[in-house]
């Protein structure tokens, strides 16, 4: 499998989210090529683009570099926004994220080859002999998950993030529990840990819970980062991704006012979220923090150029597709500038506010209006589609075209059984098995 997209120094490789499902309220779209779905073995090749290599700091392209594509990847890892596997072929993953929302995508589709996955998780005899419907469908959303992450984490060199319930976000001993239970889930079907990432919303509870999960080895990505108080703060938490979605920002500014962070951002003449990927990646690199900064919702090519140098960028296809059209020839005079860099960011001036150690008061009373707005309105997305999954599951279960092992089937005909004699105890004529 060969890859095209270099990863930044001394960090595995990584994508957001947005691999391989959109953002938004609408479910994925997955297209496979020719011969997926329909072959217990999965083809996935992947073409290779030239490697190019750039000095640290360096300001302008090496003569062998043939496109704008090439040129950016030099600085950053550049990763493809996309729900539809033949883009693939054009852009490969280096790494994916699993969520409710592809779950969603994958039960759309019979014939996906994610689908057995799901169909598996839904014939654990451990999930369905779960009494608690709420239990049980958790258990197979779970299930599903997992199974899903390491198909994928065959078909990808990087991580893979798993989403972690969003309806968790403010119960930081909750989404710990919930990371140990997946993790617990992918050391059976032996996915390691270091090929693994949690994506936690970065509430103060969630960032609390980064924290404490770090301390155990365990990798966390941080999502739905509006405002430096969340970056610095997750930051100060040890999180090994922090991702801040830049065109977000930029849409509440043109439609909102009030917010102090945004506001001293556009009186300085700069774009609100571009402004927080820089002073966050500079805090980060002048302090010596670990964390890696993901720059998401990148709406087009000037974006991107402004971004070089942070170690992630999300880009849309429509993008990638003008940098991979845009030939440069040696004789040009052309030149791209490494925008955010460790160099830079040791002249970075911070306050001492900005500087100290973060807690939940501090953070609370430095967010603003659109970190506020924003960060809730991703929680409510992401709560919306974890429940359509667990509806959806709970339709489908069981699924028909599994075969269960003979302590499976024992164990649901035990609770079918069961069910059946409670209904006669208590005088009912019909049961609902499948509630």
């Known amino acids: 499998m060969s890859m095209s997209l270099k990863c930044p120094p001394s960090s595995p490789s990584l994508s957001s989210t947005s691999y391989l499902h959109r953002r938004g309220l609408e479910g994925p779209r997955l297209v496979f090529p020719g011969g997926w779905g329909t072959s217990n073995q999965v083809v996935f090749k992947l073409p290779s683009f030239p490697q190019i290599r750039a000095a640290s700091g360096s300001s302008s392209l090496d003569t062998g570099v043939t496109t704008e594509l090439d040129a950016v990847s030099s600085f950053s890892e550049i990763v493809p926004d996309t729900v539809i596997f033949d883009d693939f072929e054009k852009f490969p993953p280096t790494a994916a994220t699993v969520s409710s929302s592809l779950l969603l995508g994958i039960c759309s589709l019979p014939d996906t080859v994610f689908r057995n996955a799901v169909d598996m998780a839904l014939a654990d005899s451990t999930c369905s002999t779960l ?235 430095a967010m603003g209006p659109a970190s506020v707005q924003l960060l809730a309105a991703g929680l409510d997305g992401y709560v919306s589609q974890s429940k359509r999954v667990e509806e959806f599951l709970t339709k489908i279960w069981p699924p028909p075209n599994v075969k269960l092992r003979r302590l499976d089937i024992w164990r649901v005909a035990s609770w079918i059984l069961k069910e059946l004699l409670i209904a006669f105890l208590e005088g009912c004529c019909t049961v609902n098995l499948w509630s």
């Open 131 to 365: 009494e608690n419907p709420e239990l049980r469908s958790s258990c197979f959303t779970n299930k599903a998950l997992v199974n899903v992450g390491g198909d994928l984490a065959k078909l990808v060199p990087g991580r893979v993030s798993t989403e972690v319930d969003a309806r968790l976000a403010y119960d930081t001993h909750g989404i710990i529990r919930k990371v140990h239970d997946l993790l617990k889930l992918y050391n059976e079907i032996n996915v390691p840990p270091e090929r693994l990432l949690f994506k936690i919303p970065s509430t103060w509870q969630g960032i609390e819970a980064s924290r404490l999960l770090e301390t155990e080895g365990i990798q966390t990505h941080l999502t739905f980062v509006y405002s430096f108080a969340q970056a610095a703060a997750a930051t100060q938490a040890g999180a090994s991704v922090i991702q801040i979605f830049v065109g977000r920002l930029r849409d509440w500014a043109r439609n909102h006012s009030g917010d102090p962070e945004i506001e001293a951002a556009l009186k300085r003449g700069e774009d609100p979220g571009l402004a927080l990927v820089t002073k966050a990646y500079n805090y980060i690199h002048k302090y010596g923090y670990k964390s890696k900064l993901m720059a998401a919702a990148v709406r087009n090519k000037q974006d991107l150029f402004s971004l070089l140098g942070v170690d992630y960028i999300i880009a849309p296809l429509k993008v990638l597709q003008s940098l991979k059209e845009s030939v440069t020839t040696p004789d040009q005079k052309y030149s791209f500038i490494r925008k955010l860099s460790p160099q830079s960011a040791a002249n970075y001036n911070f306050s001492k506010e900005e500087v100290a150690k973060w807690d939940q008061l501090s953070l609370a009373s």
